[in-house]
Each structure stands twice: as C-alpha cells, then as structure tokens.
C-alpha cells in the first residue's frame, strides 16, 4: 500500500540490485544485509510468508518500526498452525516436512519487496546459478503479501521466475492478469467479484445514488475503474462523486472530502480502502458532525475492530459490508502456547518476535534493564488467558481462514506432485518433477489444478486467472443497547454459473442506524411511478431525470419507463396514464336524458295521432271530417305516424341495418305526408277553379282515384330515390375519433352526400311546393278554409328544414342525429297541430259548430243559379253514389257556392242523403217517378232592389 513515489523507489532498488548481480557471471548475491524481521523453522521443504506484523517504519530503507501489530503476528501464527497441522497429517505429503520463513512487511512496500526477493534468493548465501539466474530457490512458494500494491511489486519480479505466490488479502482485479502474473493465485476473490457484489446489496436496496471512496494504491484505484464501469453496465445506478483518500492524514484533503460528503444528496457511502484509511476519514467525520448515513465497507475493513467503538458508532452503526468467508480452525490452543520460553530453539528471530509480542502484549520489557523511567519487567511466565486482547479472539477467522487454505493449497499441490508416477507424468515424455531439483514452474502447473475441501466443507480451487471461487459473507454493524458492538452475518454473495451474483439477505436481522429504522432511500431522483416517463437532465448523471406524465393516449405500466406507448386504436390511457382502457362510446342512447325525452316526444306524438286518428274514425259522417277530403286526412295521419316512429331509429347505437332504415323510413314517411297535403291543396283550388265558367273539366283529373294515384307516385320517385341511393353509396356506421381523443363517437355516415342531398331536396320541393299552393288558397270564400291552415303548416315544416340543415352540419356526433330527430318531430308536430288542431277543438269542444251550415256560414243576399246549380248537382250525384267510409271529395267548396249564389227564400231536394237546413218556400213543380230530375227556369224574375 505504498505511495507511487515509493513504488518507483522499489523499481529503481531492484535495478540497481539485478546491476550488481550481473556482473558476477555466475553468482547472484544480495546487495547488502537488511536485518529484516523473520521467523524461520527448518523443514524439507520450505514455504515462505509475508505478514505485517509491525508498521510505521521510522525510514522506509530500514526496518526498525515502532508499532506491533497483534492481529499481523496472529497471521504469522496462523501459518505456523497450519504447517503443523499439515505435518501431523499422515496422509498429507507423507515422509516430507514443510518448514516455513516468515517476514515482516512493516507495512512498507520497499520493506515487503526486499523480504520476498530474500525469500526468493535465500537471504545473503551464494548460490550457483545458471544462465538465466535460475535454480532450486531455497522456498517453492510464498503465502502473501495481504497489499494488492505489495503483491503487484512481487509477483512482477518473482513470477519472471515462476515463483508461486498465494495471497490471502490482494484483492486487485489487475492481478488476474495471467500475461503478467503467470505464478500468482488468491484465495480471496477479486475486487471484480467484491464490486459485482456491493451491486447486488444497491440493487437490492434500491440505492442508485450513491458516493465512492477509494484508497491512493492499486487496490482503490483500480476497485474505482472497475465500480464505475460495472455500475454503468448494469443500469444500477450512478455515483455522486468519486474520491480518493490521501495515504497520510492530510487534514485539509480530508476535510474536503468529508464536506463534500455532509453536501451531498446521496446517503449511501461506499469505501474501498483499509483499516487507517477509514481512521483518519472517521476523525474528519467526527469533527463535523456527519450523521444520517449508511456506510457500506468494503472486506478490507468490514471486520476492523477499531472502528467499532462507543465514539465511532453513532455514525457507523448499521454499516454493511462484505466479508470472506471465516472459518473455525482450532487456532485458539495453539495461540495459547506462544511463549516466550517455547520457541527458543528454532531461531533466534523467533524468540526476538515472540519476546516484542510479549512486550506489546503485557506492556513490559525483556533485559537490558529498565532505564530510569520505570517499568514492568517481563517474565515470560504471564498468563495469556487473563489479558484481554484481540489476539486470542478466534471469533472471526476470516484473514486467517484464507492464509489457513493458501497453505493447504501449496501443501496439496507439492503432494500432488509427489505422487507422480513415472511414465505417466504430465510433462515432456510423461516425466514428473523430482524434489531435488524442482522446477518452480512445475509446481505453478499443479497449484493451477490443484481442488480439496477444507475440513470445514469449503472447497478450493481456481480458475484460469488465478482466482478463487467468489463468495462473501454480508456483514452489518450492530449496535447493542449496552453500549457494546457486534458484527452480525446478515447474508451472503456467491457467485452461481447460472445466474451470476447471487445475494442472499436476511432483512430482519439488519440493524439501521436511523430513527426510522427502516432502509434508507439513497436516489438522485425518485421512480417514475407508471404513468410517467424518465427525462434525463442535461448535464447530470443518467440517475437525476425529471418524471413527466404521458401525454393523453399514452400509457407506461412500468416504473422508471423511458418512452410512454401510444394505445391501440380503440383504446385511450387511463387519467392515471398507467394502462389503455376501452374508450368511451357516444351515442344518442335511449339511457340519456336527450335521448329520453326525444323517445318521448317521439311516441307522444305516434300517440297522438293515433288518438286524433280515432277520432276522425269515430266522427267520420261529420260534416267538418267529411268537408275535408276525409280519405287524404286519414292517409295523412298514417304518414304522421310513421314519421314520429322514424325518428325511433336514431335513437340508439348505430347498425348497418339502422343506418340503412333511417334515412329511407324518413324520406318516404315524410314525401307521403307532403304529398297528402299537396293533393288536398291541388283539389281545393281545382273545384274552386271548376266554379268558374269553363272550369268543370278539371274536376274529372282529381276524382278519388286521380288523388291516390298522385300520393302514390309521389312516393315511388322518393322511394326510387332511397332505392338507387341504398345500392350506389349505402349508410354505414363508423366510429369517429376525430371529435374527441377519448371518445369514440358511433354515428351513420350518409355515405353518398349527393343522395342524402337529393332526398331532403325532393321533399323540400315537395313542401315548397304545397306552402305555395296553400298560400294561392288562403283568401278563398270559406267559413272554414283549409288552405290557410295547409300554409301555416307548411311555413313551419319549411322553416324547420331550412334551420335544420346549418344546424345538422355544424352538430358533432350524436347530437347531428338529436337535431335531425327533433327536425322531424317539430315538423311532424307542426303538421299534426296546424292541420288537426282546430278540427279536433271544434269536433271534441265545440260540437254545435260541427254542422253544414257552420261549415257554411251566411251567404250573399242573391245570385244568379243556373250554371251553378247544375255543376253542384252533378258533383253532388257523383260524389252520393259512393257509399263508402271515406269521402274522397272535399264539400265544402261546394258549400261555398250554394252560400254564394243562393237566397234564403229558396230551397231544393238534392238528394235523400242529403238535406238543405232550414225551409225556403221556393215556387216549384214536382211529379214523382223512380228517378226524379230536377230543372231550374226562369219563370219569374224580380230586381235586387
């Protein structure tokens, strides 16, 4: 973990030291003696350890370092254990002692490199080399160094000699590299698998806003490169801002950083760095006050217990972190047995080790004497039990556990070569190493494929790069109502062939260090909920976006959706804008008020006319029904009723077979009653015509069956109309979604517009037709003129069609068939009302003016008979000899010239059916007969005056 400045140092270091060395042309020598600390047992074959067991050097070239680390000597230990486990397994390398030479890295880089190139050149003895430097080096491989930066610096070096090097503690994913590292392995996963890891715990958690803490080495700035790119191809999240702690306590960077930290919005803080990394951050922390974060640690110091203190809780309580595996190794016993008085026979650097952990240990010095200042002289006879230490804290083996299984590694492979058989060897002509002259490269090809199981159950071995099987227990700081912490297993992170990462919680069993006690939200931006789409802001991580709400017609069912889907057709969004839902259908529907009260209407008015019609049935020998062309009435009423039963079809969802009717029932039903009206009026004027001298010939071209004929043809050229225009360009329905986005508007399309056009024309020229007529008529002598009610009638049809049509174009949906429907019901009701109104008052109200001579009225004192009294008795006889229910010939008129041109002193039989009211004293001559004519003369002749 050393700085650049000290990793050049090293670089320049070696160089000088291969300068020296190459000048000797067969001998390869250390420079110089370095006095490093060490442990050493004899053995057939021995294996090498680096450990930091003391740091804080006072110069970086030497040695000599102020500072004992205890859980650095338990390291050292630990390997020692495992040797001596390894040496009382008879099954394990059987008839071959491993031995071990263990340094101290000091924590200093330039100090770790010289102890493995000691290591690797057997210290300061000579030894014969050949061309390239090469021979049986004194250890066949090396456990260590715990610092990526320390493991880089040696395995560049040494693994140009094939050296195996097993490392507990590097994690760098750079040492994966197999073109640089040929000879390097690890029983800790890589950094590449730690980042996958911490991933999964923001994934799970749903934390995309987070900060990144690196250390200043190998280990932090390539865990940097690394986060960021896996960060950035998982779609995890984004980083807040990237940092790199200084390597010594600079206040000023640091309080910079810990500011930037309390500014910031993010409330997860991950840190890859080491244990004193964190204690100078944490001082910083503590300094200013900052609270309300969730501190996620990396393995290199999720378990350091010297941040897990009462002052550091309060704001590292409920800290996650990652962790390797830990194992229950019987390490406690053999801890116990570190004496001074017992590892004196092995070397003297044992015994200088074990009397400095001594000293550490009980606070006390070994001779030379105590000076003047005092103390407590050791005895070597103090009792390790009763002190309390984290030395003999067995709780939570986890370095320990990887150095244990390095070793065990290394053991096997040297085994597994061992046990090669001659012939059958996997090197050039099936030959096997030998263990006099073993080639470092041949154990590098059985550490490669070297696979056991622990006596815990855990299985080693490694892949192509090196590198161990990926798991990670999860870890997260407890703080416990007494004051007391505890580091709890709340999961773990195991890599699956299958399904990559694969993470495991326990979420109850989390402790959080907040109020709440809940997770935390750690986000640049909260989710887009569905009905929303994602809006990146320019120029900030792909994490801070604004939500914005789907446009009407589309939709997002999904959080954090990048595009809003436009929905079907028939479909519109919800007003959530969370799902496409059927749209709404509009119609002119029986259900809604508009709709009830012209089906109302429509059979009020059906009603009506039947009732009027019942009446006339009921009051046909009357003189006001019979003075009325009572057959053309009766047809009238027919088509009055048909045309309040049309505008029933459009009312209702539109159908191909309603589309078709509608239209064709209302110009049929409609030409059927104009055409009534037009033949009433036609005759009207043709017997007052017929009154005049000379006119008696136009009588016989509207006789009752003249009238049927023209109603009926009439109506066929309308009914050919529909006919052509049903089979050319036939009304269909169609839904409309022009009116309204959310609607769907169902409504007939006319299909051809010149038809329809043709349709309302042909009864427009109809009614037009019948109002003019009428208006010709108005003036007519008559009590009770009919042509003044046809032409009121008709202004109104005509003024409703006319106001109908600008209406009907601008009216959208289905309020274009509500106008076209009241169109037909005010000009039905205006017909109904104008024509049979006054005619029901007097027939039902005013029964004593039903009479002929009602209908009659006065008439002139005098005027001439003759031409006059012969028409009326013929159109009389003709019309009498009909005894049928309807009359087909309108009286009145003819009661109009009797009023005109008789006296009141005059009287004359017509007809049996057919009496004069009121007696007239009038000079005549009678004889009876079968058949009786009548006659009017001259016989007398008299003046006005």
């Known amino acids: 973990m050393g700085t650049s400045a000290e990793r050049k140092w090293v670089f320049v270091f070696f160089f000088l030291l291969c300068s020296v060395s190459s000048s000797l042309p067969s001998f390869c020598k250390l420079r110089r003696q370095f006095h490093l600390n060490s442990m050493h047992k004899a053995g057939d074959v021995i294996l090498g350890g680096l450990f930091e067991v003391h740091y804080t050097a006072i110069f970086p070239e030497w040695t000599f370092t102020t500072d004992f680390d205890t859980l650095g000597f338990r390291h050292a230990m630990t390997m020692a254990f495992t040797i001596e486990e390894i040496n009382r397994n008879v099954h394990l390398l059987p008839n071959v002692t491993l031995g071990y030479s263990l340094y101290d890295n000091c924590g200093a880089l330039v100090i770790g490199f010289s102890s493995a190139l000691s290591l690797a050149s057997g210290r300061e003895e000579q030894f014969l080399l050949q061309e390239n430097c090469t021979g049986t080096p004194p250890v066949l491989g090396i456990v260590g160094d715990s610092y990526s930066t320390f493991s880089i610096a040696t395995s560049n070096v040494l693994g140009l000699y094939k050296m195996p090097i097993v490392s507990y503690f590097a994690t760098c994913s750079c040492l994966s590299d197999r073109h640089r590292f040929p000879s390097f392995f690890r029983t800790i996963p890589s950094d590449t698998f730690q980042v996958r890891a911490m991933i999964q715990i923001l994934k799970h958690f749903g934390w995309t806003w987070v900060g990144l803490l690196v250390s200043d080495d190998d280990y932090g700035l390539h865990v940097a490169q690394s986060f960021q790119s896996d960060l950035a191809q998982s779609g995890a999240g984004c980083l807040a801002y990237l940092e790199v702690l200084p390597w010594d306590s600079d206040s000023s960077e640091l309080r910079r950083i810990v500011h930037l930290i309390k500014t910031s919005t993010a409330r997860v803080v991950m840190v890859f760095a080491h244990e004193f990394h964190m204690i100078h951050l944490m001082e910083e922390v503590v300094k200013q006050n900052v609270t309300g974060l969730q501190w996620m640690a990396s393995e290199a110091w999720t378990a350091a217990a010297v941040l897990q203190t009462p002052r550091l809780m309060p704001y590292l309580g409920g800290t996650l972190g990652i962790a390797i595996r830990r194992g229950e190794l019987g390490l406690k016993e053999f801890l116990l047995q570190v004496r001074p008085g017992l590892h004196n026979s092995d070397d003297g650097n044992n015994m200088v080790r074990v009397h400095q952990f001594w000293e550490h240990i009980f606070q006390c010095k070994f001779r030379p004497p105590l000076d003047d200042s005092g103390g407590t002289l050791c005895t070597g006879q103090e009792d390790l039990e009763k002190v309390e230490t984290e030395f003999l804290d067995v709780s939570n083996l986890r370095p320990e556990y990887n150095i244990y299984k390095a070793v065990y590694a290394l053991a096997y492979a040297l085994d597994d070569m061992l046990r090669c058989e001659p012939g059958r060897g996997p090197f050039r002509g099936n030959s096997c190493a030998n263990l006099q002259r073993t080639e470092l490269w041949q154990l590098v090809y059985y550490l490669q494929n070297v696979n056991f199981t622990t006596s815990l159950g855990d299985r080693v071995s490694f892949d192509e790069n090196g590198d161990a099987l990926p798991i990670y227990d999860v870890m997260n700081w407890l703080w416990?109502?007494?004051?007391?912490?505890?580091?709890?297993?709340?999961?773990?992170?195991?890599?699956?062939?299958?399904?990559?990462?694969?993470?495991?919680?326990?979420?109850?069993?989390?402790?959080?260090?907040?109020?709440?006690?809940?997770?935390?939200?750690?986000?640049?931006?909260?989710?887009?909920?569905?009905?929303?789409?994602?809006?990146?802001?320019?120029?900030?991580?792909?994490?801070?976006?604004?939500?914005?709400?789907?446009?009407?017609?589309?939709?997002?069912?999904?959080?954090?959706?990048?595009?809003?889907?436009?929905?079907?057709?028939?479909?519109?969004?919800?007003?959530?804008?969370?799902?496409?839902?059927?749209?709404?259908?509009?119609?002119?529907?029986?259900?809604?008020?508009?709709?009830?009260?012209?089906?109302?209407?429509?059979?009020?008015?059906?009603?009506?006319?039947?009732?009027?019609?019942?009446?006339?049935?009921?009051?046909?020998?009357?003189?006001?029904?019979?003075?009325?062309?009572?057959?053309?009435?009766?047809?009238?009423?027919?088509?009055?009723?048909?045309?309040?039963?049309?505008?029933?079809?459009?009312?209702?969802?539109?159908?191909?077979?309603?589309?078709?009717?509608?239209?064709?029932?209302?110009?049929?039903?409609?030409?059927?009653?104009?055409?009534?009206?037009?033949?009433?009026?036609?005759?009207?004027?043709?017997?007052?015509?017929?009154?005049?001298?000379?006119?008696?010939?136009?009588?016989?071209?509207?006789?009752?069956?003249?009238?049927?004929g023209t109603v009926l043809a009439l109506t066929s050229v309308q009914a050919a109309i529909c006919t052509a225009w049903l089979v050319s360009a036939s009304p269909a329905p169609h839904k409309n979604t022009e009116y309204h986005n959310d609607k769907i508007v169902y409504e007939c399309v006319v299909g051809s517009t010149v038809g329809f056009a043709v349709l309302l024309g042909y009864i427009g020229f109809l009614a037009i037709l019948s109002f003019l007529l009428a208006f010709m008529a108005r003036n007519l002598p008559d009590n009770f003129n009919e042509a003044k009610l046809i032409t009121f009638s008709m202004l109104i049809f005509c003024a409703v069609w006319v106001a109908f049509v600008p209406a009907y174009i601008n009216s959208p949906g289905k309020y274009a068939d509500a106008v076209e429907v009241f169109a037909i019901l005010a000009s039905s009701f205006g017909l109904l009302v104008a024509l049979f109104g006054p005619k029901c008052y007097i027939i039902l109200l005013k029964p004593e003016r039903n009479t002929k001579k009602a209908i009659m009225g006065p008439a002139p004192a005098s005027a001439p008979l003759n031409r006059h009294s012969n028409l009326l008795n013929a159109w009389v006889k003709s019309m009498t000899r009909r005894r049928v229910m309807w009359d087909f010939v309108n009286i009145n008129f003819m009661f109009l010239l009797l009023s005109s041109y008789f006296s009141p002193s005059m009287v004359s039989t017509v007809s049996s059916s057919c009496h004069l009211q009121g007696q007239f004293h009038l000079n005549g001559m009678h004889k009876t007969g079968d058949v009786i004519l009548g006659g009017l003369f001259g016989v007398h002749f008299f003046s006005v005056s």
């Not at 969004?573 to 509009?586: A, G, I, M, Y």
């Not at 048909?642 to 459009?650: Q, V």
């Open 480 to 708: 416990l109502p007494n004051g007391r912490t505890k580091v709890q297993n709340v999961g773990e992170v195991k890599k699956s062939s299958v399904k990559g990462e694969e993470l495991t919680l326990d979420e109850n069993k989390i402790f959080w260090n907040f109020e709440s006690k809940k997770v935390p939200r750690s986000v640049c931006s909260e989710s887009c909920p569905p009905g929303t789409r994602l809006a990146r802001r320019k120029g900030q991580p792909v994490c801070c976006f604004d939500c914005i709400p789907c446009s009407e017609g589309k939709m997002s069912n999904e959080t954090d959706s990048m595009e809003c889907t436009s929905c079907p057709e028939d479909f519109w969004s919800s007003p959530q804008r969370d799902l496409c839902v059927p749209k709404k259908t509009e119609f002119l529907s029986y259900h809604e008020p508009l709709g009830i009260c012209l089906t109302t209407a429509s059979l009020l008015g059906t009603f009506v006319s039947a009732v009027v019609f019942g009446i006339f049935i009921h009051h046909r020998k009357t003189p006001i029904v019979r003075a009325n062309n009572s057959e053309l009435s009766f047809h009238l009423l027919v088509s009055l009723k048909l045309c309040f039963l049309c505008s029933l079809l459009f009312i209702g969802r539109p159908r191909l077979w309603t589309c078709q009717l509608r239209h064709a029932a209302f110009g049929i039903s409609f030409v059927l009653c104009v055409s009534c009206i037009l033949v009433k009026t036609v005759v009207v004027l043709a017997v007052f015509k017929a009154s005049k001298p000379g006119g008696g010939a136009s009588l016989k071209w509207f006789g009752p069956l003249q009238q049927r």
